[in-house]
């Protein structure tokens, strides 16, 4: 080959990975970031993650990539790892359509309506509808469709260009004896493994095997092993992308090449066992694009199908491999993987389940302190304590991953959600830390020797009892999404602002008559504000919820509708929970 040629065929291929890549980003979008949801949520059963996986990937034209993202799924808690080899199975599986794909690119016309089909003419009308819509269409839905189209345009032209390049090499002695030389099995197989894995992509490596085969000069017998190898040298970037993942992460990343491994061993083995047995004469066929992926699609499929029913003892296999770590502790966060900043609707998800996770700590944290006030311990009081500053890891995660997130295109939909979460997220931590300032309360009293006369201790059970279920039912309402039961919030947080003012005014009678002391006062006065700081968070979490659903965080108009008109819903609620709390 000339330095011309070899120049061409790089760029080729350059343009062959950008226009894959441009065009998966694109279907990425056109779905709405909804794929990735999709295949945690519905792999619940073996042939489902199969055909979920197969689906993923035929769509973002990445074997790598769902494999990546079956690993976060795991390292994160999301998806088991007997759930991520099934998916991994169909992400094998899935790339095989990339293979017919590219086989567009060969499509030739002689004339007359067959030209109208050929690769330079539908490269040329696919180029100019996505370069129309990229262009002049002010819809962001438009671009994405463009972004396919011209990504399709591109990975065409440079599979073109590849072709053209090596065109010549059919005819080159030196290039026939090296594709006689792949026709070992061990020597071909180690080549294609090799050779992906310095491409860090099987679509890629495939789409090149496909050009070189348009010389003429490769065999059944040379292309077949070279396919082996490319399905085991696609784990490379899979087994990287483990580098820090918790156990079942690395456990799920060690599926890939395992079960590619042996799945090309056991298909090497049955193969060339019958052939020396049967003689098959079609490995002297001169092998085309079209046959290329047809072998790579037979090939995978065999090997998900003879896979599928030992996965369980792929399972044990990769956990024998990678061992349970002893005293291995979980960290508050854990679902934050830095995988999913690049997908949106992943990262939203993890942050959905994370702040659930912080909101119970809160409620947790809540209720045991209330719960000291008539059961002190100091073993309760350190779990307090410990609760609280595990909500602050939460939100320091939190903040830090949703801040990360913004910088990212993403839908209305999703730029509400992370907004609603980075405004509830501050009011979780903060009923932790009223939960602690209780806390530290009742230690006071104890500490003290001081007791709360019989009124005032029934006035702050029905204040507690009251403010436990204002966070119960904030905690519940933003875990499920629940508006109806978001709208009941701010009725409880007005009454108990009301019973705040009403026990503040009782207590001053007390110490008035004598029933209770000055240092009693200080204690008391700092539970009923504590108490009441705790059920304005909750308020807080309640508007920004209800005032998000409605595309206007305008959480003082709200208020004041809410407040000043004292709608029927308000009153009712009001009233009911008045009859419940009343001292």
Request: some cysteine.
């Amino acid at each position: 080959m000339s330095i011309s040629e070899v120049i061409s065929l790089l760029s080729g291929v350059a343009l062959f990975l950008f226009g894959m890549s441009l065009m998966g980003d694109g279907l990425k979008q056109v779905s709405g970031n909804k794929l990735e949801p999709i295949l945690y949520r519905l792999s619940g059963t073996t042939l489902r993650g199969v055909l979920l996986g197969t689906g993923v990937t035929a769509v973002i034209q990445s074997s790598c990539a769902t494999a990546v993202m079956t690993v976060g799924f795991v390292n994160s808690g999301m998806m088991k790892v007997r759930q991520g080899i099934s998916v991994i199975l169909g992400a094998i599986l899935g790339t095989s359509i990339t293979g017919w794909v590219i086989c567009l690119s060969y499509i030739e016309g002689a004339g007359g309506m067959a030209e109208l089909v050929s690769t330079a003419t539908l490269t040329g009308i696919v180029a100019v509808v996505g370069i129309i819509l990229r262009t002049f269409s002010k819809k962001q839905s438009h671009h994405h469709v463009g972004d396919i189209l011209m990504g399709f345009s591109v990975l065409m032209f440079g599979m073109s260009t590849m072709s053209g390049s090596v065109s010549g090499l059919g005819s080159a002695p030196w290039f026939t004896s090296a594709l006689t030389g792949l026709s070992n099995p061990i020597l071909g197989i180690l080549v294609g493994m090799v050779f992906t894995a310095l491409l860090q992509s099987a679509s890629a490596a495939v789409g090149i095997v496909q050009a070189l085969s348009v010389t003429g000069a490769m065999s059944f017998q040379a292309a077949l092993p070279l396919m082996m190898g490319i399905s085991i040298g696609a784990a490379a970037p899979v087994l990287f992308s483990a580098i820090g993942a918790s156990v079942k992460g690395r456990r799920t990343a060690l599926v890939y090449p395992i079960a590619t491994g042996f799945g090309v061993m056991i298909e090497a083995v049955l193969f060339y066992v019958l052939n020396a047995v049967i003689g098959f004469d079609f490995l002297t066929v001169t092998v085309n694009p079209f046959s290329i992926a047809f072998i790579n699609t037979v090939m995978r499929l065999f090997m998900v199908l003879l896979l599928l029913p030992f996965s369980g003892v792929i399972e044990s296999v990769v956990s024998k491999i990678i061992p349970e770590e002893k005293d291995g502790k979980t960290e508050p966060g854990i679902r934050l993987e830095e995988r999913f900043i690049e997908h949106p609707a992943l990262a939203i998800e993890q942050s959905r389940l994370t702040i659930n996770e912080m909101a119970v700590r809160s409620e947790e944290s809540l209720n045991m302190a209330l719960d000291l006030f008539s059961n002190y311990g100091e073993k309760r009081f350190a779990q307090v304590k410990a609760l609280e500053d595990e909500v602050d890891r939460y939100e320091d995660s939190l903040g830090t991953y949703l801040i990360k997130l913004t910088g990212r295109e993403m839908t209305p939909g999703q730029n509400e959600k992370v907004s609603e979460y980075l405004h509830t997220l501050s009011d979780f931590e903060r009923i932790s830390d009223h939960a602690l300032n209780l806390a530290q309360n009742a230690k006071e009293m104890v500490e003290k020797h001081e007791h709360f006369s019989d009124s005032a201790r029934k006035e702050l059970d029905v204040l507690c009892g009251a403010v436990s279920q204002v966070v119960s039912m904030t905690v519940t309402a933003f875990q499920e999404n629940d508006l109806n039961l978001a709208a009941r919030v701010e009725p409880l947080e007005e009454l108990i602002d009301d019973l705040c003012d009403q026990m503040k005014m009782n207590h001053v009678d007390r110490l008035q008559k004598g029933s209770c002391t000055i240092a009693q006062g200080f204690v008391f006065n700092d539970i009923v504000t504590n108490c009441e700081r705790v059920s304005d968070h909750c308020s807080n979490v309640a508007v920004a919820m209800i005032e998000l659903s409605s595309d206007a965080f305008q959480t003082h108009q709200y208020m004041h509708s809410l407040r000043e008109k004292e709608t029927p819903e308000f009153r009712e609620a009001y009233e009911e929970f008045a009859k419940r709390y009343a001292i």
